[in-house]
């Protein structure tokens, strides 16, 4: 299961990461946006990112406009590490090497081809472990 949501600059994104995702045959959960209004974006990253912390979702994709916001909020929440990301190299190792749990995206920023490519990667791409649990493992400690 992944866990989706957006605030207005990321709607027509996620809109199309949802049916990209189905398209694959993997559940999603769309937690909204679902209309074009105005909301703030730390709303929608606490309930999105509570079910990657809660173990109902593998992972999450955050969407706004830029995808900074929603990373900045999603990053206070203990257990979450989210990354923006705009390239094919940064989702590639914030996989491998960060095991990165939420993708953050910004709608305003890159065009949906770029992106579900990216998703692609984030969903695909294992963690490599090793050295890199224990570098987690520290910024673990850092949330206590
Ligand atoms: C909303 O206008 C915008 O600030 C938001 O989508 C996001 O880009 C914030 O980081």
Redesign the pocket.
């Known amino acids: 299961m992944i866990a989706i949501g957006c ?4 709607l027509e994104l996620k809109n199309a990461i949802v049916e990209h995702i189905k398209s694959r045959g993997i559940e999603v959960n769309d937690l909204g946006i679902y209309e074009n209004k105005s909301v703030d ?1 730390p709303d929608i990253a606490l309930p999105v990112c509570n079910q990657v912390r809660e173990g109902k979702a593998e992972k999450a994709i955050l969407v ?7 990373s900045i909020a999603a990053n206070k929440l203990s257990g979450i590490r989210a990354a923006v990301c705009t390239d094919h190299f940064s989702t590639k190792y914030t996989r491998l090497h960060n095991n990165t749990n939420v993708l953050c995206l ?1 709608g ?1 920023v890159i065009g949906p081809g770029l992106a579900l490519e990216l998703v692609d990667l984030f969903l695909d791409t294992p963690f490599e472990g090793g050295r890199h649990q224990t570098r987690i493992d520290k910024i673990a400690a850092l949330e206590r």
Do not use: A, V
């Open positions: 605030d207005h600059g990321g974006y706004c406009g830029t995808g900074i916001g929603m910004g305003r």
